[in-house]
């Protein structure tokens, strides 16, 4: 799903989560800095989110698979933008925004 990219703070979703309804979290560690909008770096693969366990409140740290654009990478990773369905863990993440800045747009395959 092409989209605007995404950086630190960004809301996620993994569906099914770790102990089956869905988790939620936010990207918090991005891999790469040379590459920002407004100030932020831009999200890859193998970037950070804090996920909270919907069952048992838990937090608990979900590295993001290698997924996103595959038309833009930065250091060998995909860019991640609003509306990437990435399988991660135990099910599968969903990028849900706010997007980092509303003037760049991926148009490229997901």
């Known amino acids: ?42 999200a890859t693969s193998g970037s950070i989110c804090q996920m909270v366990n919907s069952v048992s409140g838990a937090p608990y740290p979900l590295p993001i698979a290698p997924g996103g654009s595959t038309s833009v990478s930065l250091a060998g990773n ?19 925004g706010p997007p980092a800045t509303a003037f760049i747009a991926d148009l490229g395959s997901p």
């Open 78 to 96: 995909g860019l991640l933008r609003v509306g990437d369905q990435i399988p991660c863990g135990p099910g599968v993440l969903l990028v849900l």
């Open 1 to 42: 799903m092409p989209g605007a990219p995404v950086t630190i703070g960004c809301a996620v979703t993994l569906s099914p989560g770790a102990a089956g309804p869905p988790d939620s979290g936010v990207i918090i560690q991005v891999p790469q800095a040379f590459a920002t909008a407004a100030g932020l770096p831009l």
